[in-house]
């Protein structure tokens, strides 16, 4: 996810201040990794020095000064190009579960027993996710971003059945080479 084009959406509702974005982003993304400060306004900063937003002036309501930020022409256009964008599919598969699944072959170690741990951990995941999904508060973006998550967790789980099912081959396979 590219967290200067996600700054910029948020900035193309109206002028906003880094503190804000940072919380609005994590209302928008409830199931992606919270923003840090620091990175939300060395973004802003870069957002500043490519001419993508400008500082609007200052506010303080009471409290420390905040710098308001908006977003320039330029910085408008570049969003909807990003957003128009269509993200290719991965060309190639890096995949950690299958990586470690063959070191254990190769290290003599027990692969059938690392994916049984990785299923079940995948199958808490799920539960979680489902409950928060299920949550009388959840809204809609958290029940989309949940439900992305469960299919990639799905997606998973099917493929460690698949693989589970062909260690011998693959232990062959890999004790042959």
């Keep these: 996810m590219s967290t200067r084009h996600i700054l910029l959406g948020l900035l193309a ?3 906003s201040h880094g503190y804000d974005l940072k919380r609005r982003h994590d209302e928008r993304f409830p199931q992606a990794r919270p923003l840090a400060y620091g990175q939300v306004y060395t973004t802003l900063q870069r957002l ?3 001419g993508l937003a400008e500082v609007e002036g200052t506010d303080s309501d009471g409290g420390p000064e905040r710098t308001m930020y908006r977003a320039t022409e330029k910085g408008t256009s570049e969003l909807a190009r990003w957003a128009a964008e269509i993200a290719p599919p991965a060309p190639f598969v890096t995949n950690e579960i299958f990586a470690k699944v063959v070191v254990a072959i190769l290290a003599g170690g027990a692969p059938a027993a690392y994916l049984s741990a990785q299923r079940a951990a995948h199958m808490e995941r799920m539960r979680e996710l489902t409950a928060v999904k299920a949550a009388q508060s959840a809204d809609l973006a958290t029940v989309l971003s949940a439900d992305y998550a469960l299919n990639h967790l799905d997606a ?5 059945n698949t693989t589970a099912a062909r260690l011998a081959t693959l232990t062959a396979e890999v004790d042959a080479a």
């Design 13 to 15: 509702t109206g002028p």
């Design 48 to 50: 500043v020095r490519d």
């Design 156 to 160: 998973d789980l099917r493929w460690m």
